[in-house]
């Protein structure tokens, strides 16, 4: 099966394509990006485009969409969601929803994976995994209360995502170890989008919804 997948619950726009034949086309953001201002509606077809280009597949070669469904930016989550639900309709293929949270996890190595993704308004996204079976359900917080929420895990845990880099000197000073600056850890991959959507059942587009953990942080005018 040939997988096309995306992430945007950051402000970094990351993309990927698994092959049928597993090789894999990646485009992996820099971390920098995480911090700057967000791109995805000028990024994200671009980055897919480019990915299906290196890879040699077309649209009908594509059996599956794979999409990070947060939680993370209000925003950024509704153009993620947005375009697997058009690109999956047109295609009549399905989508496989992955959590934004679990896909961070898979890439930190080490006992226990703390993926924090940045919620604004001064707290974090989070969730704590185990060779990425999850031990702590997604939660949101401020990041002086994270080490709480960890327990005895706090000791053993390796903080990674926007989350952990904006709020550094809190999560340490409270004795959660992060991730270097400059390290990959801290981006949302694609390609672990794509490998955890053989975990995660395939849905019709329409059903796909983002992961928001709260209420958003713009409200609707009456």
């Known amino acids: 099966m040939t997988i096309v997948g995306f992430d945007t619950s950051t402000h970094a726009t990351s993309a990927c394509v698994v092959r049928d034949d597993s090789e894999v086309f990646e485009i992996v953001p820099d971390p920098a990006r995480l911090l ?30 794979a999409v990070g469904v947060g939680p993370g930016t209000f925003t950024g989550l509704r153009i993620g969601v947005a375009s697997a639900r058009a690109m999956a309709t047109a295609r009549a293929i399905p989508v496989h929803p992955v959590s934004s949270l679990a896909a961070l996890a898979a890439g930190i190595e080490a006992p ?16 704590l995994y185990a060779f990425e079976q999850e031990l702590i359900a997604p939660f949101v917080t401020r990041p002086e209360e994270v080490a709480v929420k960890l327990g005895e895990h706090a000791q053993f845990a390796l903080a990674a995502g926007d989350g952990s880099l904006r709020f550094r000197q809190v999560l340490e000073g409270a004795g959660v170890s992060v991730a270097p600056d400059g390290s990959e850890l801290h981006v949302v991959r694609a390609l672990s989008v794509c490998r955890l959507a053989a975990s995660t059942p395939a849905v019709a587009p329409e ?12 409200q609707p005018t009456q």
């Open 36 to 65: 700057g201002p967000p791109g995805h509606s000028r990024e994200l077809l671009s980055a897919v485009a480019e990915v299906m280009e290196r890879a040699g597949v077309e649209w009908r070669d594509v059996s599956a969409i």
């Open 112 to 127: 226990r994976a703390l993926p924090l993704i940045d919620a604004r308004r001064g707290e974090v996204f989070g969730a």
């Open 207 to 218: 059903a796909v919804l983002p992961t928001y953990l709260r209420e958003p942080d713009a």
